[in-house]
């Protein structure tokens, strides 16, 4: 029998079985401990499987929860009576929840899914063929992909590049170490518990002790397990690095208790234990949390325990694995051997060796330098990459060949994203490698050839693409700038003169590839790009701006209004928000207002000229996600950065412009702007503009319009290591029942409810008003209300500004609005050491030497400066307006204006041509007149 007939007849056999047999195929054992909140998405992707729910049952342990969770799962009980079993035992973590729930499957296969987590809806149907297929595999792994705070596959996903059964005493590197992402056999699972305790890396021991037993396992490509990166990182895999346990009793539970089965069953650490201990073992020295969470003896004693790990394993189970960069491997060779191996690196044959006989390839290595931007301007192109390298660097330098030319790299420091840090610290600066390749005239093709030179040997290297490298990561792509068409070729830059049959025929390939791939969506869409690019000079720019998704009155609408009012001619503005906001309702009467969710949007977004936004969120520069390296040499707008507020704090890790690269970067003040420029973000003079922004025009405007009233506003930050969930679409904030317990709400809700404060407020006749931020909007429900303090969920920031007398706030940069209206702040840093550690880092503004207000660390505080200020009837004080005074370099209303005319200065050169182009057609319809008339 063929394997076709096979896979049918299989397929007639799970139909008879899912339609006629009554009893469970699936029981799905879910341990949850203060979840509630995720119930609904975990148990839901069971409910809608594409086997029938009836083959599946679900057994739900209450660990002890106090949250909604025992409320969540009655519901749900109720709802499946037949499919829901449900427990409720005191809290003792998750193997002793599971060890629980195993006691009640009745199912042939079984699963441990994380309540936070999702099945995709497919999946067990994959799954139950599988083992049909298979009868003597126990246990089978799906695939991980994280959602919610980051999209990727896990790292060992390279193991899932087909489905079929693993040998791991052959394919040792397809090591597996999730059970929440595995099916096991009823049969097989009897007498086997997981080990109760309270450790991190039970999932691990669990499935590594039978797999050194037997090292079969199936691997199904199709059966996806959606892990949930929390945004608000509180999961217990994303804070274990905080716990001292994961520094010592976990290696002990997991590591050293593997080793010990293997030596005893084999007298050795077998192959696959050994790259499963390499692959842990990089993970704890990339952790560069380690330095400053244990103290100098913790230290000393866990790096002990980490090199001793190194010393159990083989070298090249180290170095071949895929989760670090080669830097971190050598790293950690050289703490296992005590010495810099930097040093012993000899070349020979192409590659470079050290004592223990591992041969590095240069041929084969891919990332050397990553190219991140690449851009081709008068005829120059310009790269700049990072650089991963790992030798020391006094020892070799960059070059490249080109048109009978050699061209030497430019070094900078700028951008500490890509600082070597380790568990040890940081080890060596992040550095940028720049070249300025001059083009001259391209008559026939010609390569551009990169190299190291290092101890007088000259070494051929491949550069990769990057993010803003324009050119199609894939096979045939390309990229068309200044009459040259750009390739990349056999890992090296080809370079083409530009012919419009080449043109064709290269895109051509391109639309070949992207049906092989099976991304033919994208042929339309370039067909239709391509057309509108190849047009004579636009009549008009296309400018998309935008606020949040859901939300506008910020730096974006204010500044649409300003365009708006201008009339330009040459210039058409659209103002981008979801239709089914109340911001959309209230916008679209000024026209242009566009659904960010239609296809009118996209269609913009491939034509635009520019995007300016308030917001640094991906989606604002980026609707296709992952998919937008298909069409991304198409792709030529400018980003500009009109800001969210004015930046104090060292925000470089996440606005770089490697990491965001904006075209121009709007800043306030000169001490604003002077961090931008010389930190680490990575910004030039062609890039920073010092305006103001665009919403201080309308607070300048409207403050002699609006009457201020006896009210004070509490507007705090957000925190991220508190943030609640979101909807990974939507951004909206998904209500956190642990949030009642952080020291934020109850500093705010003992603030706001203050018998003291709220009486000095009665008596001088004071209203307040609590505004959350959006990342903790829903969570107003939980503070507790008075007649004095309203806790509002959505905020119109600039009336209760204009309106309000007095603004209490923490660390958001809210408090420029108001100072920039010349009233009171009061500070309120109750928790400022925790704030820096896991928030912004500390940027130029000093809140003691240039706020604009008191500083409070505690409650009493806080309330005694708010009363201070109700008696004194909210006066600024004298050395707080000197320092706003000196503060901002503007405090007109002509904001938006200066924004504009920056914009317009890039386009200089357009404008120019097209002023001569105007100035030709003028003279020719001069000289036909003078004619005619004679």
Known sequence: MNKLYIKFYVYILLIYNLTFCKSYLFSVIISIYNTGRYLNDSINSLVNQTISFNKIQIILVNDGSTDNSEEMCLKYQNLYKKNIFYIKIEHGGLSKARNAGLKYAKGKYINFLDPDDKWDYRAFKHVLLFFKLHKEINFLAGRLKFFEL????????????????????????????????????????????????????????????????????????????YYRRRADSSSIVQTQSQNISFYFDAINFVEIFLINI???????????????????????????????????????????????????????YIWEQKIVTNNYKLFALSKKYHTDLRNEIIFKNNSFQYYSNILIDMTKLKNIIIWRILNIKDNILHLEGVDNFWLKREKFFYYCKFNNQTIYANYFYYCSNYDFVTM?????????????IPLGTITSTQIIEFYISYMNKNIEIFPSLGRYSHIPTINNGYYISENIILKYINRRFVIFKYQKELEIEFEKLYCLQLYLIKKDYFIKIRKKLIKYRNKKKKAKEIWLINDRKDRAGDNGEYFFRYLKSQNLKRIKAYFVIEKNCTDYQRLKTLGNVINIDSNKYINLY?????????????????????DLIYIRDLIHFDVIFLQHGIIKDDLSKFLNRFNKNYNLFVTSSKKEYQSIFDSKYGYNKNNIILTGLPRYDNLENMKKKINIEKKIIIIPTWRMNIRGTREPITYISIHSDSFIYTQYFKFYNNLINDKHLLLNMKKHNYKGVFCLHPSFSSQYVDFNKNDYFSVIEICNYQKLLLESSLLITDYSSIFFDFAYLKKPVIYTHFDYEEYRNNHYKKGYFDYFNDGFGPVCKDINCTINEIIFEIENNCILRKNYLRRIKKFFTFSDSNNSKRILTEILKQNKFEIEHWNIYLKLNLTCILILLFFKLK
């Open 606 to 626: 491939l034509k635009a000229d520019k995007i300016i936004t308030s917001t640094s969120n991906n989606w604002a520069t980026n609707p296709f996600n992952n």
């Open 262 to 316: 293997s030596k005893s069953l084999y007298n050795k650490i077998v192959p696959f234990l050994q790259f499963l201990i390499g692959y842990n073992v990089l993970f704890r020295i990339k952790k560069s949390s380690t330095f400053t969470f244990l103290d100098n003896n913790h230290f000393k004693q866990y790096s002990n325990i980490i090199e001793n790990l190194l010393n159990l394993i083989e070298d090249k």
């Open 150 to 225: 980051e999209e990727n596959y896990h790292p060992l996903d390279y193991k899932f590049y087909k489905t079929r059964i693993v040998n791991l005493s052959e394919e040792y590197n397809s090591i597996h170490l999730s059970a929440a992402s595995s099916f096991f056999k009823k049969s097989f699972m009897k007498g086997r518990y997981f080990e109760e305790c309270l450790l991190p890396g039970e999932d691990i021991r669990f499935i590594n002790n039978f797999l050194l037993i037997n090292p079969m396992m199936g691997i199904v490509k199709e059966a996806i397990y």
């Open 424 to 436: 040890y610290g940081v080890i060596e600066k992040g550095r940028i490698v720049v070249f300025d």
